[in-house]
Every structure is written in C-alpha cells, then in structure tokens.
C-alpha cells in the first residue's frame, strides 16, 4: 500500500507540475464551425482518447457510439485526456494488479476491458443537452464543489483550485486542465485537455468505512470502528433502488402531460440513496485521549462520552445498534441519509442582500438547514453567514433582527461558536458514489445546550427540505428550471417521508430557478386533481407549544382550499380549524395586509391583526429577484398561514395531511416552506417575533 500511496504521489505531482506552465493564450483555439469530435480527430495527442470514443455506445441499450454523440448538436462539456494521460491510467492499473503491463491488450477479459473503457469515456463528457448547459472554465464551480450536471456515466465530479497559482485546476483532485488547451469552443460545447483519466470513485460510505477500520493513513480509523460497531456498515452501502431502476426502464413512468403548461412532466431516472458523515479526525481523538490512533478503542470512546455528560439518558450497555444505546446516539447524530455536496451545506439563493447570478458573490445574511439525523431523530444545523467565514454546525449567534436592522450577525460567544466545517483545497474532504465525509475537529453532540438554543428560534424548512430524495436525486437547489412528477401508486412511491394517499392525486416537485419566483430557495412542492398527500415532520428539539406555518404563494390563480390534519397517528389525524384557503392573497381585506408604513408601531398593530386572522406577512428574509429589494413582506401576493397550534414532543414524530376539498382537477396545492415556531417567540410581548 506504501509503494501504491508514493507512485501515485509522484503522479500527482507530475501532473500538478504541468499545470504550473506559463499560459500561451495564442494557443486556445476557437472552431465555431468545427464539433468535439472533428477537433478532437484533428489533434494527434487524442488518437488513443478518439479510438475509445468509437469503441464506446452511449448506454447498454444504444448503438450510438459517444463518437457519433460528439459530432451531433448538443451541449457537451469535454476532459479530453491525452495519450500520455491514458497511458499513466494504464500504469495505475498495472500498480493495481487488474492488468499485467499497461496495454489495452493485457485486459483479462472482455468484460473487464469494457468495463475500464466505459468508466473513462463516459465520465469524461458533461452532458448538458437536457439542461442546455456547457462549461467554460470562467462558469466551473469553486473548490470543492461538483458541477450541477453529471458526467454521462451519471457520476458528479468536482473541481479543485491550488491557491499558489489560481489559474491552476484540477478534476476531482488529481486530474489537472491544461492551460494551453482549454476552453477549446466547437459547435456542440467545449473541450478541456486534461493531464489524467477522470475517474471518480466507486466506493461506498459503508464499504469505505470497513476499509478505514485498519487504515490508520486514511485519518478516519476511529469514526470507522465506531460506526461499524453500531451495525450500520450494510446501510451505508446503499447507492440505488435497484427496483425503481427496473420499474422506470420498463417505462412504469409515463410522462404526466401538465394541462396548465401545456408541457410534459417526467419522473426521475433514478432513486439514489445518499450519506453524510461529519467525522472527528484520528488526530483529534489522540489529542483528546492521549493515545496512539491504534490503540484508541470504543470503549476508550464511550467513557469519554460518558465523562462529557452529553447523553445523560442513554443506555449504556454492549448493545450499539440500540438506538438508546450511548454509542449508537453519539455516533447516529454524526450521520444524514442525504449525500450534501460543499455548495448546498448551506444554500444561498435569494435571502436579502444575496444575487446569486453574480458568481464572486459571498454570503450576506445568515443561511441555514436544519437536517434531521440518523438513529434517534435529531436536529443538526449548518450555518453560513457573512460573519461565520464558513459553514458550521449547531453555531446560535445573536442577530440584528429588528426591524430596521439588516439580520446580519451581532455576537456570538464562545459556547455558541459552533463546530467549523472546513471547504478548502486542504480540507481533506472525501467524495464517494453515495457519500461524502466532512472532517471535523472539534466534537458534535446534541447536548441540551444545543437543544435548548434550537428552542429558542423559529426553524423554516424549504418543503424539499424535508425529503432525503430530494437531495439524492439533484433536486434540491438545481441550478436550471425544471420539474418532476411521482407515482400515485401506493406500490411506487418515491419518497421517504411523504406518501401521496390517492391515485387521483398529480403529484410534483418544481424548482423555479430564473424564473423570479419569490419562493424560498426556488422549490416548491405542488399537487393538483383530487390530491390528498401526507408529510413526515421533523422533530422538534425541545416539549413545548409550537406554531406550524405554510408559505404560500398567490402569484398564480391556480391555488385551491385543502384541509389541513396533524398527529402522531398517520391513520388517525386530526382536522386543524377550517379549511386553507390559498387563493387568498394580501389583496383580499379578509387578511388585514397592509403595506408597511414608516411607523413601526402602526407596522405591529397591522401584524396582530393578521395573526389574529390566522395570517402573516411573508418573511422580510426572502426577495423574489436576484439581487432586488422587493421582499416577501412587502409583496400581498406572498403570505404565511398560520395551521396548527400545539404542544408537541422531541420523541414523537408528527405528521401533516393535506387533502383537497374541492372537485376542481386543476386547483393547486402549493406549499413553499413550513415554519416551526415556538410559543416563546410568537407570544413574547417583551421581544415580539422578528419580521425575518
């Protein structure tokens, strides 16, 4: 493994070492009249890259060669590596023991040829056609972040910057862009020279962690020993419904035609599962225990936990897989069964003060998500500020939240600092096909300390939020307008924590992205014909009365009248007051809105009003135009409803029904965000609830 780890060392350095050349800029070719493929034949260096291209059919069940796909008209993002590029892959195979020399004709077998050519061909070309999307190197994501579109073998690769030479680019780590040849524009995209094969991994969360058990060079051993005594190496494995898989190519999702559009809707290609792992480095738990990495054991583990007091009510016994258990709560609040990539840890869209067009744009007001973790059902927040410099977790600042300040942060002490989540080119991150790992270096728990700050705030989930799928499958904050339509079949059901409880029921997911739309985020969840669909709630951190409110949004006509269930019993809700109506906007006097004025005393009478109507304005928090002034608040046709008040307990796990109540097919149900707001906060009349 040493003499592995070294060679590819020296590769890697090689291959940065020729991304530090001088830029001949004279040498970016521009064929506006020529495609990939005609460039590509043109240049002797990707003979090898181009003999592959023919050899390879765009999927197992097309003739079509990726070849042919490049001489077609399309939006094509190609790394092009070169033959020498090919040639140092071939070497990495023989270091590997899958072939004996490095030649094409040293493969064992067929199966294994095609195999190791499909990988390198395919994830080699970005295919925007569907999204219209091709990347010059000026539009590629920063450190660490993936491009929004995936490679054509369906894998997400990333960029990586070298701060001692800016110009200097790497694909997922190792696999530098040419200076001299890049940003090559054909008919059909762009082509990128690259100094090595594209080769994202294979590995798993699960399969990853077993491996990091005895690796003590990875950096991770000791998070690995701890989640694989807990049971959940199977688990993490998971990369795809297979079954969905064999029920969408079989064409058990037929295109849903959306009357109102006149468009067609389609499903998702794919149910992936996904992972995120915070992980203490072995070098903290030295630090902390003082002792070698190989010697630090669980039980060394749990005696710290249970010194540190964080778990008070666990379990403390050998059963780990016990979600009681003291380990099991411990290790459990460090897992998210979503696989979040660096650039949607804390998503910026369209809070006040933020244009998310502007590409150098930095955070402005803070944004958040509050995710629900593995085991015993948790809360973990991320936070990103202008103040923050970064994501990080359970971070609890004060804010300038009147309502003539800007939201920005105003302090935070010590105990609310939170745990940094470093993004860097040193950062030490690790992608994988299901998963990625985020060390840390300080320890995450969900102490009451956390939970009693979590308590103190009002908590908004974006609707997409709330669902694993969403973000497994790119739904979440895509960077492109589209839509996706699910079963209504109780035997097809796509998601996690929502059920849709009819056949009549059209169910979707739309992402708004440059439409100006005023949505949080884009998202919006919409459901029309005679829609009855059930959500799974996250938990709340603390017992006590909580506030329930619905986004909504009158900006169509289309909005119908549902009426609203909430429990703890799925099959026993309970109707919350009287039908919501959502066509209601600000416009209609049965609300009470009225545009804020400059007396902010006149501003709360108008907001009590509402309330009392079961009404608030929308949050000052969100603009619908990038970069523009005009929020929520001020806008009629933005509006929360006020739709369960109750007590409600960390341990208990609620849900919410909306079913419609009228027999109009093309009426809407529309939910933007929910918001969790406790009695604190919406009943204090020493500091009344922020308009943010």
């Known amino acids: 493994m040493k003499k592995l780890s070294c060679i590819f060392s020296l590769l890697a350095f090689l291959m940065l070492a020729a991304c530090t050349e001088d830029i001949d800029t004279s040498a ?59 040639q140092l892959y071939l070497d990495s195979l023989v270091i590997k023991g899958i072939i004996p020399v490095a030649d094409w004709s040293a493969f064992p077998n067929q199966r294994t040829l095609d195999s190791i050519r499909t990988v390198l061909v395919l994830n080699s070309i970005l295919d925007g ?34 701060q001692t030479d800016l110009d200097s680019m790497c694909i997922d780590g190792i696999c530098p862009v040419s200076k001299r040849n890049r940003d090559i524009e054909a008919i059909n995209g762009f082509v990128h020279e690259v100094g090595y094969v594209i080769n994202p991994s294979n590995e798993t969360l699960g399969s990853t962690l077993h491996k990091y058990t005895h690796d003590y060079e990875a950096g991770f051993s000791v998070m690995a020993k701890l989640v694989e005594a807990c049971g959940l190496i199977d688990t993490l494995t998971k990369v795809k419904d297979e079954r969905y898989d064999l029920l969408y190519r079989t064409g058990a999702f037929p295109k849903f035609h959306w009357n109102l559009l006149n468009t067609d809707v389609e499903a998702p290609e794919h149910r992936k599962y996904g992972f995120t792992l915070f992980a203490e480095t072995d070098e903290f738990w030295e630090q902390e225990l003082g002792k070698d990495r190989r010697d630090i054991t669980k039980e060394d583990i749990i005696a710290w936990v249970e010194d540190k007091g964080y778990y008070p009510d666990a379990v403390n016994d050998d059963n780990y897989r016990d979600e009681n258990n003291l380990l099991n709560l411990f290790v459990t609040y460090h897992l998210l069964p979503e696989r979040v990539p660096v650039d949607k840890l804390a998503i910026h869209y369209n809070e006040k003060g933020y244009n998310y067009k502007n590409r150098n744009a930095v955070p402005t007001i803070p944004v958040w998500t509050h995710f629900v973790t593995f085991g015993k059902r948790r809360l973990l927040r991320v936070w990103e500020s202008a103040e923050s410099g970064g994501p990080y977790l359970n971070r609890f600042p004060k804010l300038n939240n009147g309502r003539r300040e800007d939201y920005h942060e105003r302090e935070c002490s010590e105990e609310n600092q939170g745990v940094e989540i470093r993004t860097d ?10 998963a990625i790992i985020y060390p840390i270096h300080e320890p995450i728990a969900y102490t009451d300390h956390v939970r009693n700050e979590l308590a103190k705030v009002r908590l908004r989930y974006d609707a997409y939020e709330l669902q694993p799928e969403a973000w497994n499958n790119d739904m979440r904050n895509m960077s492109y307008f589209w839509r996706f339509k699910f079963s209504s079949d109780p035997d097809k059901q796509y998601f996690t924590n929502l059920i849709v409880n009819t056949k009549e029921t059209n169910f979707m997911l739309l992402n708004g992205r440059d439409q100006n739309w005023p949505n949080y985020q884009a998202d919006e969840v919409l459901a029309e014909g005679l829609y009855d669909i059930t959500i799974t709630l996250p938990p709340v951190p603390k017992f006590g009365i909580y506030e329930i409110r619905m986004g909504v949004s009158t900006f169509s006509g289309t909005r119908g009248i549902c009426q609203v269930y909430w429990g703890s019993r799925k099959d026993q809700l309970v109707a919350q007051g009287i039908p919501v109506n959502m066509q209601l906007g600000g416009q209609d006097p049965m609300l009470g809105w009225e545009l804020d ?17 079961g009404f608030m304005k929308g949050p000052e928090y969100i603009v619908a135009n990038a970069g523009g002034r005009e929020t929520n608040r001020l806008s009629a046709t933005s509006t929360r409803r006020i739709i369960v008040r109750e007590p409600m307990s960390p341990d208990v796990t609620y849900y919410l029904r909306f079913k419609t109540v009228q027999d109009y097919l093309e009426k809407q149900l529309f939910v933007d965000y929910l918001e969790w707001c406790p009695k604190e906060i919406y009943d204090n009349p020493e500091h009344p609830e922020d308009i943010w």
Not at 74 to 81: E, I, L, Q, S, V
Not at 425 to 434: D, H, P, Q, W
């Open 28 to 86: 970016r070719y521009v064929f506006r009249e020529r495609t990939i493929a005609g460039y590509l034949e043109d240049h002797p260096q990707f003979s090898e890259y181009v003999r592959l291209m023919k050899e390879q059919p765009v999927s197992d069940i097309s003739e079509t060669t990726v070849y042919q796909l490049m001489t077609a008209y399309g939006y094509y993002t190609c790394f092009a590596p070169t033959n020498e590029a090919i």
């Open 425 to 434: 080119e040193n950062s030490g991150i690790v992608k994988l096909i299901n």
């Open 597 to 613: 004025t400059e007396d902010d005393d006149y501003n709360a009478e108008v907001d009590k009003k509402m309330r009392n109507n």
């Open 129 to 162: 056609t569907k999204q219209e999307k091709k990347f010059f190197t000026a539009d590629f994501p920063k450190t660490n972040e993936e491009f929004s579109i995936n490679t054509m073998a369906d894998r997400k690769i990333s960029v990586t910057y070298y």
